[in-house]
Protein backbone atom coordinates (compact mmCIF):
# COMPACT_ATOMS: atom_id res chain seq x y z
CA UNK A 1 0.00 0.00 0.00
CA UNK A 2 1.38 3.08 -0.93
CA UNK A 3 2.15 6.35 1.56
CA UNK A 4 3.28 9.46 1.54
CA UNK A 5 3.99 10.89 4.47
CA UNK A 6 4.74 14.85 4.81
CA UNK A 7 6.88 16.52 7.67
CA UNK A 8 8.24 19.82 8.20
CA UNK A 9 5.59 22.25 8.67
CA UNK A 10 5.21 25.13 11.06
CA UNK A 11 4.41 28.31 12.52
CA UNK A 12 7.30 31.25 11.17
CA UNK A 13 7.37 34.59 10.96
CA UNK A 14 6.99 36.59 7.85
CA UNK A 15 10.16 36.12 5.77
CA UNK A 16 11.35 33.18 7.71
CA UNK A 17 11.71 29.79 5.64
CA UNK A 18 10.57 25.84 6.41
CA UNK A 19 11.34 22.69 4.48
CA UNK A 20 8.99 20.06 3.99
CA UNK A 21 10.07 16.73 3.41
CA UNK A 22 7.48 13.65 2.13
CA UNK A 23 8.68 10.25 1.96
CA UNK A 24 7.12 7.34 0.06
CA UNK A 25 6.65 3.95 1.12
CA UNK A 26 4.71 0.67 0.57
CA UNK A 27 6.47 0.92 -2.80
CA UNK A 28 10.09 1.01 -4.57
CA UNK A 29 8.48 2.35 -7.82
CA UNK A 30 9.70 5.71 -8.89
CA UNK A 31 6.92 8.06 -9.55
CA UNK A 32 6.64 10.19 -12.87
CA UNK A 33 5.45 13.44 -10.93
CA UNK A 34 5.88 14.64 -7.63
CA UNK A 35 4.30 17.58 -6.68
CA UNK A 36 3.61 19.53 -3.63
CA UNK A 37 0.08 21.54 -3.55
CA UNK A 38 -1.25 23.88 -0.70
CA UNK A 39 -5.10 24.20 0.28
CA UNK A 40 -5.64 27.59 2.35
CA UNK A 41 -8.89 28.10 4.52
CA UNK A 42 -11.71 28.84 1.76
CA UNK A 43 -9.93 28.29 -1.31
CA UNK A 44 -9.21 25.25 -3.48
CA UNK A 45 -6.54 23.51 -3.88
CA UNK A 46 -3.53 24.52 -5.81
CA UNK A 47 -0.30 23.38 -7.29
CA UNK A 48 2.92 25.04 -5.73
CA UNK A 49 5.88 23.11 -7.43
CA UNK A 50 6.31 19.92 -9.22
CA UNK A 51 8.87 17.73 -10.69
CA UNK A 52 9.07 14.56 -12.80
CA UNK A 53 11.62 12.03 -12.89
CA UNK A 54 14.06 13.86 -15.02
CA UNK A 55 14.04 16.81 -12.53
CA UNK A 56 11.98 19.31 -14.69
CA UNK A 57 10.33 21.51 -12.67
CA UNK A 58 7.20 23.92 -12.73
CA UNK A 59 5.93 26.23 -10.35
CA UNK A 60 3.16 28.21 -9.44
CA UNK A 61 4.01 32.08 -10.46
CA UNK A 62 3.27 32.93 -6.24
CA UNK A 63 5.83 30.71 -5.18
CA UNK A 64 8.62 30.94 -8.61
CA UNK A 65 12.12 31.81 -7.24
CA UNK A 66 10.73 31.60 -3.01
CA UNK A 67 10.45 27.97 -3.47
CA UNK A 68 12.37 25.21 -4.92
CA UNK A 69 11.45 21.54 -5.34
CA UNK A 70 13.85 18.60 -5.48
CA UNK A 71 13.58 15.38 -5.37
CA UNK A 72 16.03 11.64 -4.68
CA UNK A 73 14.58 8.95 -6.46
CA UNK A 74 16.95 6.59 -4.89
CA UNK A 75 15.36 7.12 -1.53
CA UNK A 76 11.76 8.10 -3.26
CA UNK A 77 11.50 11.67 -1.64
CA UNK A 78 10.55 15.01 -2.61
CA UNK A 79 11.63 18.32 -0.64
CA UNK A 80 10.00 21.45 -0.67
CA UNK A 81 12.49 24.97 -0.01
CA UNK A 82 10.45 27.42 1.16
CA UNK A 83 12.17 31.05 1.58
CA UNK A 84 10.93 34.56 2.73
CA UNK A 85 7.43 32.93 3.28
CA UNK A 86 4.53 35.43 3.34
CA UNK A 87 1.35 35.04 5.43
CA UNK A 88 -0.66 34.22 2.55
CA UNK A 89 1.45 31.12 1.84
CA UNK A 90 -0.55 29.68 5.21
CA UNK A 91 -2.04 26.47 4.13
CA UNK A 92 -2.13 23.36 4.70
CA UNK A 93 0.83 22.05 1.94
CA UNK A 94 -0.35 18.11 0.84
CA UNK A 95 2.71 16.03 -1.49
CA UNK A 96 1.26 14.14 -4.23
CA UNK A 97 2.84 11.10 -6.57
CA UNK A 98 1.32 10.59 -9.42
CA UNK A 99 2.26 8.03 -12.58
CA UNK A 100 0.08 5.37 -14.67
CA UNK A 101 0.20 3.39 -10.54
CA UNK A 102 -2.51 6.55 -9.72
CA UNK A 103 -2.30 9.62 -7.67
CA UNK A 104 -1.57 9.50 -4.21
CA UNK A 105 -2.05 11.86 -1.60
CA UNK A 106 -0.24 12.73 2.12
CA UNK A 107 -2.30 13.31 4.51
CA UNK A 108 -0.84 17.05 4.86
CA UNK A 109 1.22 19.62 6.76
CA UNK A 110 0.33 22.78 8.23
CA UNK A 111 2.16 26.09 7.71
CA UNK A 112 1.48 28.96 9.13
CA UNK A 113 3.43 32.73 8.25
CA UNK A 114 2.85 35.55 11.02
CA UNK A 115 2.96 39.01 9.81
Known amino acids: QVQLVESGGGLVQAGGSLRLSCAVS????????MAWCRQAPGKQRELVAA???????NYADSVRGRFTVSRYNAKNTVDLQMNNLQPEDTAVYYC?????????WGQGTQVTVSA
Open 26 to 33: GSRFVFNV
Open 96 to 104: NADDILGSF
Open 51 to 57: ITRGGNT
